[in-house]
């Protein structure tokens, strides 16, 4: 790009930002409720509400609320909701085997959202931690994660979704060579239309804390993900990664964590185009949220600024947390 800029006082930036008008009309980027997904925690029983400690305003809910809050979603225009279980313990075993059960409690919640509102596009998260007494993304063994027969319970796993009625699936688990498994098995069972969102880029990162307490991982979970999440101090590693997993089915690409990881956005968008998306995770909410009870942000302004940012960086859509708080922001014009 070639840089145009007369000197002072031929060119004087403020004359763009003098009014709310021009300020408009010189804006690069936008923010819109077409730009959110909102994740939500799903567990059993019927009108069970219950707060997450580390997630203040954040809830747990039974599958009857949960379609209330796609309801919610829908007519506040937000496109798609993303699915996180909170399997009852007694549930998780060492192969996992409820992660593919069709009747569990994430399979439900999908059949019972895309009964009422079928509009809103359903997400899952596929990956085995909550399903897993490791706490892990994979099975394991002596120790070990172990990687292709993680990929043979995830297809599995994708097909359980699928079945149920999933838009895009969002395999989570950083295992190699499950897209183009799981593509190959939605192809050959005929789910030629379900999309795939990879977490292709995603970190071990500490700021996935209050999830793990939120879907009850944190317990179970011994020794950390570095084996298979990626180390934060590499960038062109995500880029290998997300052109691996783009050649191999992916439809779109996430980088995850959000904020502190923009640089990887914009790397990611520049160089491939791809449908781009990134999660501010639970550890980001968590900050912000904590901030604003204490009176020392204004939390909504804050909030809006970091999808911005998103945006800015590259994104197409963010999951956030905060979706339908922004949605009510920005339909009220305060975007
Ligand atoms: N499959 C695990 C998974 N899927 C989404 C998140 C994190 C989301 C968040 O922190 O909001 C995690 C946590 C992890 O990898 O340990």
């Not at 009014?19 to 059993?44: C, Y």
Request: glycine share 8%.
């Amino acid at each position: 790009m070639r840089l145009t800029v007369a000197p002072t006082p031929t060119s004087r930036f403020r004359r763009l930002r003098k009014s709310a008008a021009l300020r408009a009309l010189s804006q690069e980027n936008t923010l819109s409720v077409n730009d959110l997904i909102w994740p939500v925690f799903v567990r059993d029983g019927n009108g069970v509400r219950e707060p997450i400690a580390s997630m203040p305003g954040v809830e747990r809910l039974s599958v009857d609320l949960i379609v209330k809050a796609a309801e919610e979603a829908a007519a506040l225009g937000i496109p798609a909701i993303c699915l996180f279980p909170y399997t009852d313990p007694a549930l998780k075993t060492d192969d996992c085997a409820e992660a593919w059960n069709p009747d569990n409690l994430a399979n439900r919640a999908i059949r019972a959202i895309k009964a009422a509102v079928p509009e809103i596009a359903v997400m899952t998260d596929v990956a085995l931690d909550p399903y897993n007494a490791q706490g892990h993304d994979g099975l394991v063994r002596d120790g070990i994660i172990l990687n292709d027969e993680t990929v043979e319970a995830l297809v599995k796993m994708s097909l359980a979704q699928a079945e149920a009625g999933a838009d895009i699936l969002g395999p989570s688990d950083m295992m190699d060579g499950r897209i183009g498994a799981m593509r190959a098995a939605l192809e050959g069972a005929g789910h030629k239309d379900v999309a795939i969102m990879s977490y292709a880029a995603k970190y071990a990162s500490a700021f996935y804390g209050p999830f793990r307490d939120a879907v009850g991982a944190s317990g179970a979970l011994k020794g950390d993900k570095k084996t298979y999440q990626m180390n934060p101090a590499n960038s062109d590693e995500a880029l290998r990664l997300i052109e691996r997993d783009l050649t191999e089915g992916a439809d779109m690409v996430m980088v995850k964590p959000g904020m502190p990881y923009l640089d990887i956005i914009h790397r990611v968008k520049t160089t491939f185009g791809a449908p781009t998306y990134a999660y501010q995770v639970s550890g980001e909410y968590a900050m912000i949220r904590a901030a604003a009870l204490n009176g020392w942000i204004d939390g909504d302004r804050v909030m809006l600024e970091s999808l911005m940012a998103f945006r800015r960086a590259g994104c197409d859509a963010v999951l956030t947390y905060f979706a339908p708080q922004a949605a009510r922001a920005l339909h009220a014009g305060r975007g």
